[in-house]
């Protein structure tokens, strides 16, 4: 083929694009397609787009017959299909958007020769009908002999689904001869396409389809189905959500509509209100919309078709309500609403799987086989042994989600339908109980972790189960259990300080001491530890030393000295910050004697390094340097990375102040690397403040200024503050020698360059606490 040729299709497009008057992204807007695609095509970085892909170009420029015409037979390799090709297949009433490389994949599957069975499986509403139909269309060209489309639903006998195959194909059965016999020699040597949509309650008739891929070399079947139809040769294809919204927190215009779900649910908007418009005011409700539906195609048309009357915003208040009640009529019965189509799911399902789906439902974020185990199991009804069993059932039937870190989760609309089952099903509050005991054993055992050599591995699996944790605290609070709240709230106190949590962490035990009654003294004095821990982040300093005095006072009337020695410790550390070294060198020295007794070497190191801040400030600059040798040899010892990372940060303080550039600078990237390594954000926020401000001193400037604007945007984001007099002083004199150096607009350029580098956890969705 020659240059010319090759490049036709490309140069085509572009002329009917700029005849039409439209930009590459409004003519992707109107396909469906992203403007990059649209590049591609024009450049001829792709040059055999899909049928399904030329239609809706075609469609996007309203071309007449010719034109369309024309345009198909440009694409090299493809022709017009031609009249004598029989192509049995519905047409859709709407176009199918989001899903250009599903239909690349299946497409190029349908393509290989040895697949001759392929299922698309996926939950109720994931859009594997619509997918089908137009993979299958877009396949029309391999298969000469042509496409036939067997609707299975309205079937309820596995016996029937040969005899409906070979009716669709206009076959009856004649001297004796079945229909499996009289299919099979009808398409025994035919390249043709059979579409059988919606196999999943008729499983048992899979081997009948087996032995007709096996006698007849022809055909190959496209099959649509909840759960594999478990056959030889049977080539699987799970069919995910649309792709999400990056984020819901004030997104752009343009990130919903790029995405696939959001551009989804705006066209099915326009479609029901032509006034609709996506603009910056409910682009957060449309995002969040797509993300509470989980980039569900059927739901996402749901909702979207009650914009009617209610706009985005208000929409989101309702949409439980919206997706119970059924407006389009042209759709299946199972379809009119998103729990007629898990209903549907639901029925398919044995007694004990039944028993496990609704019981899981009490997991939010996702869950572990342990977890599962502990939660599921109990009754007769579902053994321990029996979980792995059942819960791959569930994943086959795509009810469950099945991660490669075996970790299994539910989409959020099917989560919200399990719960209503576990609610009706008289057996709530038991599971819940499970759950919130699942979830406080775990986090005890994680406790005395998360300041040692495996803190790493149990901060990110805490991270994991942030959700569930959070769901257990909301729960135990909601019936009164404010005691176990609370000691939660103790075991998690690191978790939370050291991954920025640091508001919510002290809402949850604001609302434990709400609950007086039910704490006992050691309930009480572990609410009152953890706020002060936290509250000091945050800048709020006098309950960081009164909260941190009545948890010491309580700590002693019940004799606990494991919680006696972090009061003291916070206590010593508040009266360091108010300038009272005399009793901040007491407190703190009884905390490392606490802890020294308890055998805690990441708890005396920690003392250790404040005790030498003391000093330090008190002129004893030798007796420092002592302090932070013995702490920061006691830590390395201990594997205590989370405590290395702060003493190495203090040291870097105490260089500063003595002029020592070179050293505050190691020891402040060294800091920053293990803050980066724990998704330390505090010590993380301290690092780059203090490197910006070395840097400043250092005359680099625009540097200078990018670290101290993204220091900036990781404290708004944990809500944290600069405590410490001394340090806030440093960080303004380190501001006000940057501006000295740079020009304002040199300084906004750079300093906004720095705010723009978010963490990578604040571009993510962050579930707020209750």
């Known amino acids: 083929m020659s240059p010319e040729q090759q490049s036709s299709f490309g140069r085509r497009l572009r002329q009917l694009r700029e005849v039409g008057g439209l930009t590459q992204e409004e003519l992707a807007g109107r396909a469906g397609l992203t403007p990059n695609a649209i590049s591609d095509l024009e450049r001829d970085r792709r040059r055999r787009p899909y049928p399904h892909t030329v239609r809706s170009l075609a469609d996007a420029l309203s071309l007449s017959e010719d034109e369309r015409a024309a345009l198909v037979s440009a694409v090299p390799g493809r022709s017009a299909p031609t009249a004598t090709l029989e192509v049995l297949l519905p047409a859709p009433p709407t176009p199918l958007l989001g899903r250009e490389r599903e239909l690349g994949e299946v497409g190029d599957l349908l393509r290989r020769p040895e697949v001759r069975m392929l299922t698309l499986t996926g939950m109720g509403g994931v859009g594997k009908t619509r997918l089908a139909l137009e993979a299958a269309r877009d396949a029309a060209d391999l298969f000469p002999d042509g496409v036939a489309f067997v609707a299975l639903e309205p079937l309820n006998n596995a016996e029937l689904v ?41 499983l048992e008739a899979a081997s009948e389809i087996s032995r007709l891929i096996e006698a007849c070399p022809g055909p190959t079947v496209l099959a649509t189905s909840r759960a594999p139809l478990h056959i030889r040769g049977e080539q699987e294809y799970p069919v995910p959500p649309l792709r999400l919204p990056a984020s819901t927190r004030s997104p752009a215009r343009d990130e919903v509509v790029n995405s696939p779900s959001g551009h989804l649910f705006v066209e099915r908007a326009r479609a029901a209100s032509p006034s609709f418009e996506l603009d910056e005011r409910n682009a957060a409700a449309v995002a969040s919309i797509c993300w509470h539906l989980a980039g ?32 389009e009529r042209d759709l299946p019965d199972r379809q009119r609403t998103m729990r007629a189509t898990l209903d549907w799911s639901h029925d398919l399902l044995s007694g004990p799987e039944q028993a496990l789906f609704r019981r899981l439902s009490a997991f939010t974020g996702g869950f572990s086989l342990e977890a599962a185990e502990a939660v599921g199991a109990g009754e007769e009804e579902v053994g321990s042994e029996d979980v792995l069993e059942l819960l791959g059932d569930l994943v086959e039937q795509s009810l ?82 404010a005691e176990r709240a609370a000691h939660l709230g103790w075991d998690l106190k690191w978790f939370w300080y050291i991954r920025g949590h640091l508001a919510e962490g002290t809402r949850w035990m604001e609302r434990a001491l709400a609950h007086e009654d039910a704490l006992t003294l050691t309930g009480r004095a572990k609410a009152l530890t953890v706020i002060a821990g936290l509250v000091y982040s945050q800048g709020d300093l006098h309950r960081h030393a009164a909260f941190a005095e009545e948890g010491a006072r309580l700590a002693r009337e019940i004799e606990d000295r494991e919680l006696l020695a972090m009061a003291t410790y916070l206590g010593g550390h508040a009266a360091f910050v108010r300038g009272d070294l005399a009793r901040a060198a007491a407190l703190m020295g009884e905390s490392e004697t606490l802890y020294r007794t308890l055998g805690d070497e990441p708890g005396t190191g920690l003392a250790l390094t404040v ?33 290395l990372t702060t003493n190495r940060s203090i040291r870097a303080i105490t260089t500063e102040v003595q002029g020592d550039d070179a050293q505050t600078i190691a020891l402040l990237q060294e800091s920053l690397a293990l803050a980066l390594r724990l998704r330390d954000t505090q010590n993380a926020a301290y690092g780059l403040e203090g490197l910006a401000g070395a840097l ?10 990018r670290l101290f604007g993204a220091a900036v945007t990781l404290r708004d984001w944990t809500g944290s503050a600069i405590g410490f007099a001394t340090l806030h002083e440093l960080y303004e004199r380190r501001l006000e020698t940057l501006r000295a150096q740079l020009d304002a607009k040199t300084f906004e350029a750079a300093w906004s360059e720095g705010r723009a580098m978010s963490p990578p956890a604040s571009r993510r969705v962050r579930p707020r606490g209750r």
């Open 696 to 705: 400043a001193m250092m005359g680099q400037g625009p540097r200078a200024a």
């Open 400 to 481: 469950v989600t099945a991660a490669k870190d075996a970790r299994y989760g539910m989409l959020e609309p099917v989560r919200q339908y399990a719960r209503e089952r576990l609610e009706e099903s008289g057996e709530a509050e038991k599971i819940w109980w499970r759950h919130a005991a699942f979830f406080l054993k775990l986090a005890e055992r994680g406790a005395p972790e998360l300041t040692r050599s495996d803190q790493a591995a149990w901060l990110e699996r805490l991270g994991r189960e942030h959700d569930n944790l959070r769901a257990a605290l909301s729960w135990l609070l909601q019936r009164g259990d």
């Open 611 to 643: 005790l030498g801040q003391i000093a330090l400030a008190g002129g004893d600059a030798a007796r420092a340097e002592r302090l932070f040798d013995e702490s920061e040899e006691l830590l390395r010892v201990s594997g205590s990375w989370w405590n």
């Open 162 to 202: 040969v005899p409906t195959v070979a009716r669709s194909l206009g076959l009856r059965e004649s001297g004796g001869e079945t229909s499996h016999e009289a299919l099979c020699d009808f398409i025994r040597d035919k390249r043709l396409l059979l579409v059988l949509d919606n196999f999943e309650h008729l």
């Open 296 to 327: 569900l195609p059927l739901a996402l048309e749901l909702a979207a078709a009650k914009t009617r009357y209610l706009d985005p915003t208000t929409l989101l208040s309702r949409l439980d309500r919206a997706l119970s009640v059924g407006r």
